[in-house]
C-alpha cells in the first residue's frame, strides 16, 4: 500500500479549513470506531423539524477540535504552561469526547442498554484505543476523567464553557437555520484565561458569554426540547423497547447482526466486554432505519405502527403544561387507546405517557463561568452581570408533557 499525507486539510462548512494536527490524530480519525459517527445523526430526530439537520458527530468531533486548537493558541499567547504533550492529549480527548454515541445519539442509553451512558462507552473505546496505540492515548484519558494536576484542560473538554459546546452551538444553530442559537466562539476562546488553575474569562468578554448563556437556552426550548423533537425520541426509545421486549419472547425480528444482539440480551454496565463494544462500533443510525422499514409490515401492532409513525411523521399528538400530568388523565387516554386498537393497557402505555423535561441554560451550583477583573480579581459572571438575566436563566424550568394518538 502506497504511504499517505497523514496531515490532512479538511473543509469545514462553518470553520472553513480545519487541519490535522498530527499522524496519530490521523489514525484515529481513520479507525473504524471514528469513521462510525459519519453515521451517527448529531441531533438524532430533529431533522423531523428542521429538514437541514442531518450534521453528524463526525462534523461536530473534528469542530471541536479546530477549536481546541484555537484555544491553546490563545492560552499559550497569554503565558498559561500547555506542553507539547499537553496540547495534544487535548486535541485526542475533545475528539474523541463522543466516540460512544449510539444511534440517532441518545436512544440507545435509554432503551436496548441498560442504562448505560454515551460517556461510558466512549471511554471503553477510548482505552480500547490506547492499547491499540501503544499506551499514546494515556494522557488524554486522564484529562478526559478529570484526573490530571491541571484542572483547566478538563474544563476545555468537559465544562460550563467547552469546545464541546462552542461547536455543538454554533453547528446546530447552523444546520437548523435557527440563528438565536449562533455563538461568537472565536470571540469567546479569544477572551479566555487561566487564573489559579481554572479558565476564566476576560471581564470585557461579559457580553459575548451572556449571549452565549442565552442561546443555549434558547436553542434548548427551540431546538433540542422542541415537542416534535422529543416526541419522535420518545417514539424511537419506546420502538427499541418493544422490539428488545418481543425479541426476549422468542419473537425472530428483521435486523442487523448487531442490532439483533442488543435485541436478544441484557446488556449492563458491567456486560461491556471487548466483544460487545465492538458489536456496538457496528451499530449506527441504518441499523435502525433499515429495521424500521423491515419492522413497519410487522403482525405486531405496537411494532408495527411505531415504526410507520416514524417513518411517515405521523407522529403522537403532545401538549406541554407548566404542571404535573395527573395520572387519572393519563390512564383515561390510555383506556380509550387500549379499547379502540383492541390493546392491553400495556400495549396501549407505549401510545399514551407522561413525563418531564428541564432546561437549565447556566448551572451556578456546578461549575461556574468566571470574569476576571483587571486588577486580577474572579468573580461569577451571574454577579458581574449588569443585567439580572444571567441568575434568571440559572433557574430551573421544568415542563409536563402529554403525548397520545392525534385522535383522541
Known sequence: MKSRNKLKIINDPIYGFITVPSELIFELIEHRYFQRLRRISQMGMSYLVYPGAHHTRFHHALGAMFLMQKAVRVLRSKNTEISDEEEHALYIAILLHDIGHGPFSHAMEHSIVENVSHEHISLLMMEVLNSEFNGALTLAITIFKNNYHKSFLHQLVSGQLDMDRLDYLKRDSFYTGVSEGSVNAERLITMLHVKNDKLVVEE???????????????????????????????????????????????????????????????????????????????????????????????????????????????????????????????????????????????????????GLIENQAYNMEIDTINLITKAGKVVDVAKASDQLNIEALSKKVVKYYLCYPKAH
Open 204 to 354: 470585557k468578554g461579559i457580553y459575548s458569554v451572556e449571549k452565549f448563556i442565552v442561546a443555549r437556552r434558547l436553542m434548548y426550548w427551540q431546538v433540542y426540547l422542541h415537542k416534535t423533537s422529543l416526541v419522535a425520541e420518545q417514539l424511537l426509545v419506546r420502538l427499541l423497547k418493544r422490539a428488545k421486549e418481543l425479541s426476549e419472547d422468542g419473537v425472530v425480528l428483521p435486523a442487523s447482526e448487531s442490532l439483533s444482539f442488543f435485541l436478544k440480551n441484557h446488556i449492563a454496565k458491567e456486560d461491556f466486554s471487548t466483544e460487545i463494544l465492538d458489536t456496538f462500533a457496528k451499530l449506527d443510525d441504518y441499523d435502525i432505519i433499515s429495521a424500521m422499514k423491515a419492522w413497519s409490515t410487522n403482525d405486531d401492532f405496537v411494532l408495527g405502527e411505531l415504526s410507520r409513525m416514524l417513518l411517515n411523521r405521523d407522529l403522537l399528538k403532545i401538549k406541554l403544561k407548566n404542571k404535573p400530568i395527573s395520572e387519572e388523565k393519563v390512564q383515561q387516554k390510555i383506556e380509550i387507546v387500549a379499547n379502540k386498537h383492541n390493546l392491553t393497557v400495556h400495549e396501549a402505555t407505549y401510545f399514551v405517557f407522561s
